[in-house]
């Protein structure tokens, strides 16, 4: 699903140049569940942003689905993102004037289902996730594990081809993060396609295999039985 072929991110300020990636080689197959690890500043964040497509690289080249898409223009990146990726973020970015069930059906209002589809959609995902009980309820009402599978829904809401998530467990305590991890790991049985960052030992041996960063390189891979 997803290659790429030396890439890098690079940031310059006049004749300063501070490299975030160089030379990544990675490759992520469809309904893979893979993990990317490694310390603060070791690029995982950036890494997540190239390869779902919130910035460009500074050199190389990245295929999503057999398409070089790592040089297209910010209008075609955009088309991509909006109709086969979703994201979950550590800042869980959930909108407070919406209920659960609006937040959830947030991303369907961009696509062409009928108004009942939609809604077929948002009740289905409410239940998958046990939120039927909160659909009128306001998302700052409630705590970061509940915010978290809410964020999980909507991301599930437009059925991606890849969902890529940023720490999603940075605001949970371990038990929280246990049970927000069995979610991501049963939407991977099903066959969906996860690219995971984190720092967490611990939450990395949730995926198939981990690609391990340090100081923007790619230092070692990782496999893990389930």
Known sequence: MIH????????????????????????????????????SASGKTTLLGLLGLVDAPSGGEIFFKGSEVGAVSDRERDRIRRQHMAFVFENIHLI?????SENIGLPLLYMSYRRKEKKEIVNRLMDRFRLTHLK??????????????????RACSCSPDLILA????????????????ELFRQLNE?????????????????GQRAIHLFDGHVVS???FGR
Not at 139 to 148: A, K, Y
Not at 190 to 206: D, L, N, P, R
């Open 190 to 206: 099903e066959g969906q396609t996860i690219v995971m960052a984190t720092h967490s030992e611990e939450i990395m041996k949730y």
């Open 96 to 100: 407070d004037d919406l209920t659960v």
């Open 136 to 153: 009128r309820q306001y998302p700052s009402r409630l705590g970061n594990l509940l915010q978290q599978k809410i964020a999980l829904a």
């Open 4 to 39: 790429t072929r030396n890439i890098q991110k690079f940031y310059q300020r006049g004749e300063y140049v501070k490299y975030a990636l160089q030379n990544i080689n990675i490759d992520i197959r469809e309904g893979e569940y893979v993990v990317i690890g490694g310390p």
């Open 166 to 181: 940023d720490e999603p467990c940075g605001r949970l305590s371990s038990s929280e993060s246990d049970e927000l991890m």
């Open 221 to 223: 891979h990782s496999s």
